[in-house]
């Protein structure tokens, strides 16, 4: 029903604009990624391996990378514990309060994320509001220093802010359990933990891969909570990118790292949309 | 008959976990807006001396307030950019087939999951190589780009929901492509199209990733609260903050009033349907 015109007027426009904006960029990121700056600080636009013969060379680049990874881990896990119990409850239990609970879930996504992590930095402080709370009923009499510039205040920053991230693809995937089967579990004389273990867990396992791959990829980015909580015992992966991008002007190493960590997200994604397709049961 | 509640009778540490979870979501906004009022600082239990000293101080403090325009008009750039393409976008996936189709749909939703430093800084090398200036232009341009994944994913979900057959009415009684986009499809799909417009304008004025990169000589809100906090923090952090949530309250409350305006519709228009038949 569409003439041959219509399609090209809604196509050609969306698709250059990606081109030039997203594909050209990505790209450039690639090739930056094989060039190297020279003494003078300015950008030699020769092909060298140079750049990823030199993240293998030097050990911080791999050691902040697994780092990264195992900081991004637990809050993946954190977040799943935090986040599936809470979308359960809200599907099958909280009854008319539903709603209100979904809403009061989505709405600190929109309060600004360096806002939060600045909470959680004035609230872990060694005059900050837990610490002070603490020794004001007496339970501690010096403030605790792990609490602040430390991966602990990364890990606990990362899963507040990613839980919601986690609880909505598990949140919706119990939303699309038929009821009946869990009614038909419960008549067959299923107990509540077998009907949820063996018909409710499965059935959601599309939500929680969905969710881990959030949580695990946009924490495994981060570069603002370590920032600003990490300490030096805490900096991840993008922090280097950002310095050498800034102060240390190496461009090109920046680039590269940064392609290895946009491979190893596209990698996660294809496999979690594998997975993804593998659990759904429509 | 059966209700759910009685089918898992083992449940009771659930409403306690749930409780727990939305504490733990809450306490940093909380902490953030009491402290906003604190005379003595940002740290200290319990809070004392309350005071609108900070609230006054950032009222007077006309680099914020530079800022807060900054990002308003970066917003609103951002909004009509990635609207002006992510709508195109979301019609051609739904109805147009051309070559590359599965990689454009991949590409467009890219940086709504790629760590945001890796866009921003490809498009930092995007302008330095075409030798054109950061300024509050070139954020505009990466937030527009960035979020017309979030215009896309909106609009195309809209379009699901779409009845097709108005618009071939539109066609077949002589309206022109245009004319029918006008007044059949884009009427159809403006809760949609005015979701989308709230959710990019609130991710744009918190955008920090892409806009670290991407700065020039203009700050925007989150990258000036960003260069205090390098210096050390203070109550009218908190307070802007403050201001700021309750905005965003009023945007959720927008938001879900659409949202629930667009469920109960159909129903409105049933009932409108049936009730001559019934008579009254």
Known sequence: MFSRAYRTAITLPPLVWVLVFLLIPYALLFCFSFWSVSPAQSIVHSWTFDNYRELLRVNVYLQTLFRSMWIAARVMLFSLLLGYPLAYYLSFHAGRRKDLFYQLVIIPLWVSYLVRAYAW??????DGVLNTLLQYVHLTQHPLDFLLYSPFAVVLTLTHIYTPFAFLPIYASLEHIPRPLVEASHDLGASPFQTFWRVVFPLSIAGVVAGATFAFVLSLGDFLAPLLLGGPSGIMISNIVVSLFGAAYNWPLGAAISFCMMVLVVALLFMSEKLEKKWSFR | MRTEQNLFTSSRWLPWHAALVLGFLYLPIVTL???SFNGSGVGGFPPRDLTLAWYRLLFADEAIWTSVLNSLLVAIAAVIISLGFGIPAALALDRANFPGKALF????LLPLI???????????MLFREADIKLSLLTIALGHGTALISVATTEVFAGLQKLDRSQEE?????GANYWQTFRHVTLPNLRLSI?????LIFTLSMDEIAVSFFLIGRDNTLPLEIW?????GITPEINAISSIIFVFSLFAILIWYRLRVASEVQPEIAAELLESPAQGD
């Open chain 1, 121 to 126: 930095k004035t609230i872990l402080g060694s």
């Open chain 2, 33 to 35: 807006i009491v402290y």
């Open chain 2, 227 to 231: 260069g205090r906090l390098r210096r």
């Open chain 2, 105 to 108: 749909r991949r590409l467009v």
């Open chain 2, 169 to 173: 009415a539109s066609l077949d009684l």
């Open chain 2, 114 to 124: 790629l760590p945001g430093i890796i866009t921003g800084l490809s498009l930092l």
């Open chain 2, 194 to 198: 005015i979701g989308a417009a709230l």
